[in-house]
Nanobody
Framework: HVQLVESGGGSVQPGGSLRLSCGASGHTYSSNCMGWFRQAPGKEREGVAF??????????ADTVKGRFTISKSNAKNTYGLLLQMNGLKPEDTAVYYC???????????????????WGQGTQVTVS
């Protein structure tokens, strides 16, 4: 099993920046594929960004491409994920979730169903 804990959410004005962190613990070999998802009020959860730790590839939703950057955490003794969010817009307001899975096929990296492990979410508000 893998435990995921997100942090770094908050409130920011349009055009501002936030950095989200996701710490993973437990059987981290089961989290080679990690992604960020978000869910706005009244909307379905959507994939935002994906990273494959084994090879370093990344993938972004069109709505955040060029503004968000996903990367592996470089903190000492920490296995986890970062999401740098720049140029935030009111439509980026949502609860952001970190997800992990051992293997996710390419076409499905931004879909919910392949992921077994989820964090509790962190609120991001842009207004």
């Amino acid at each position: 099993h893998v435990q995921l804990v997100e942090s770094g959410g908050g409130s920011v004005q349009p055009g501002g920046s936030l950095r989200l962190s996701c710490g993973a613990s437990g059987h981290t070999y089961s989290s080679n594929c990690m992604g960020w998802f978000r869910q706005a009020p009244g909307k379905e959860r959507e994939g935002v960004a994906f990273a494959y730790f084994g090879g370093g590839s990344t993938y972004y939703a069109d709505t955040v491409k060029g503004r968000f950057t996903i990367s592996k955490s470089n903190a000492k003794n920490t296995y986890g994920l970062l999401l740098q969010m720049n140029g935030l817009k009111p439509e980026d307001t949502a609860v952001y979730y970190c997800a992990a899975e051992r293997v996710v096929a390419g076409p499905f990296v931004l879909q919910e169903w392949p992921y077994s492990y989820w964090g509790q979410g962190t609120q991001v508000t842009v207004s």
